[in-house]
């Protein structure tokens, strides 16, 4: 069930929202590393001012993630501790009423996505996998066997012309 107010409750005053949401409800498509399958848990606050809708409060939703570095799966939270939208009621720019109700949804959607983590790390300080050390490193042309190969020696022999 999506998130939604009702406007005739805020006629009597501001309306509390406490609760959980479906992750399938927020409809947040398939991410790279990060996925969503626990429910948005939110706390916010809507009020009427004139023509349009504040809506302000805590958003949070654990993400199933695989770090970038090492591949190992963590938890992370995501928390938008002070979420405020500010939704016109009239004008080009109006939020779609139907029913009476206004689906806070997309607008958490939307800032749920920019939040997401673009690079998500286990740890800070995650070093990556770890590097096999039983192979033989190849030799460079200086026969120095400790160095790696440079790339750029490998493009040197490329002839172009």
């Not at 406007?7 to 969503?36: F, I, N, T, W, Y």
């Amino acid at each position: 069930m999506p998130l939604k107010v009702n406007l005739r409750h805020l006629d009597k005053g501001d309306v509390q929202l406490d609760g959980e949401l479906p992750a399938a409800e927020l409809d947040l498509g398939s991410q790279d590393m990060c996925r969503a399958e626990k429910p948005l848990r939110y706390k916010i606050e809507v009020q009427e001012m004139e023509k349009e809708l504040l809506v302000q409060g805590k958003l949070s939703l654990p993400l199933q993630c695989e770090c970038v570095r090492c591949l190992k799966s963590f938890e992370y939270l995501l928390e938008l501790p002070n979420w405020t939208v500010l939704l016109p009621l009239e004008g080009e720019e109006k939020t779609p009423v139907d029913n009476d109700s206004v689906d806070l949804t997309p607008y958490v959607r939307e800032d749920i996505l920019l939040e997401f983590p673009q690079h998500p790390l286990c740890e800070t300080e995650c070093r990556g996998l770890p590097v096999k050390q039983g192979k033989a490193k190849k030799a460079t042309k200086t026969g120095d066997s400790n160095q790696e190969p440079s790339a750029w020696s490998e493009l040197d022999k490329l002839k172009l012309k």
